[in-house]
């Protein structure tokens, strides 16, 4: 006990000269108002953008952490920021944690011992995070959520991402004007199917889907046969699609031997292709199918009448905006200005939003008029 007393005297005595005298890398925490404030957030838990912001070199290492590479958004992710990181003089240090919480973890902790400056997350599951996240926040490391809010965690500096509950509606529209377009009469007989439980986005895309949905429902112009409308019900664990084909595979064999359907919400394209094939297999016509990431596959079977909608939310653009965003970082100029904030269940978290957009057969080759790749694919 007494010896603790006078190790505690003692540490404090420490301090008070360390603090006094205003010096030494060892003791920046102590001086740094950002790290006094982690948070960044004033009493009523608004984020403060006065809030002191130091940059950093400009050959910093920039840490980037994806969730996987099973779609085709992520891989574009891996390879578009190494190129535009590299351009903008930072030195990249990427990895993608294949859907592994624990994976994901370790590469955080690994970035915050190569010096990184800024750790940019595209979270596997973004309420896991909080401890490392909080670890790399105390080390005075700017973190930004990619493409996915970062949940529970005080850490966070801001998000880049497209709107996720506008993608979502943007997709139900698109349901519905493909039904009316194609498939005569209504009701129409539909199916709904979401993306993985630990992704933040997967019940923003439903909800937003089913606030054009619902009223729909209600007034009978759409069927959900299964009446499967919830979204843990319709959720894909880990986005896998051979598992949301199982899932179409069953609804069809269970309700749809004697009838028709005429559409599935799909959250992103390989579900929707996923989709497609167990329809296909079963002898169905094929229903109006929407989608998400203008995948290569799906922009193709757009082309071809195979599936009537994806959503394009371009990647070259979200890393561009992330990379706005650490200069701005990186100048000492803080974040830049946003009007949009999400609650992450600690603080809400300024996000840096972009703007989806339906794609179908009909506006595909204007939509990627200046996008090569897919636009090669647009041939009869
Ligand atoms: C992304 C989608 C992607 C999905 C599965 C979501 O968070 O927004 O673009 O298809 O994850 O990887």
Known sequence: MKNKTILSMVLAATMLIAIMFGCGSDNQDILNPQLMDPQGTNDAG????????????????????????????????????????????????????????????????????????????????????????????????????????????????????????????????????????????????????????????????????????QPLIDDGTLVVTSEETDFIQCATADWNNAKAQARMEKLLSTYYTDKEIDGVLCPNDGIARACITACESAGQDIPIVSGLDAENDSVQWIWEGRQYSTIAKPTDKLVEETIDVINSLRDGKGLPETDVTADNGVKDVPIFELTPLIVTKENEKEIFANDPTRLELLKD
Request: aromatic share 8%; proline share 4%; hydrophobic share 40%.
């Open 46 to 213: 608004v984020v403060d953008q006065n809030t002191e912001m130091p940059g950093f070199e400009s050959d910093a290492v920039i840490g980037v952490t994806l969730p996987w590479l099973g779609t085709q958004n992520w891989v574009e992710a891996k390879e578009m920021f190494a190129d535009q990181l590299s351009k903008a003089g930072y030195k990249p240090f990427i990895e993608a944690a294949d859907q592994t919480v624990t994976l994901q973890q370790q590469q955080i902790e690994s970035m915050i011992e190569a010096g990184a400056k800024v750790i940019v997350v595209g979270p596997v599951d973004s309420a896991q995070l909080t401890d490392v996240l909080d670890k790399a926040k105390a080390a005075g490391i700017y973190i930004i959520g990619y493409d996915r809010l970062l949940e529970k965690t005080a850490g966070v500096d801001g998000v880049v991402q497209y709107g996720s509950v506008e993608t979502g509606k943007l997709q139900a529209s698109a349901l519905v004007q493909g039904l009316q377009e194609k498939k005569g009469e209504s009701p129409y007989n539909i199916e709904l199917f979401g993306g993985g439980h630990a992704d933040p986005n997967s019940p923003n895309f439903f909800n937003g889907a089913m606030s054009v949905l």
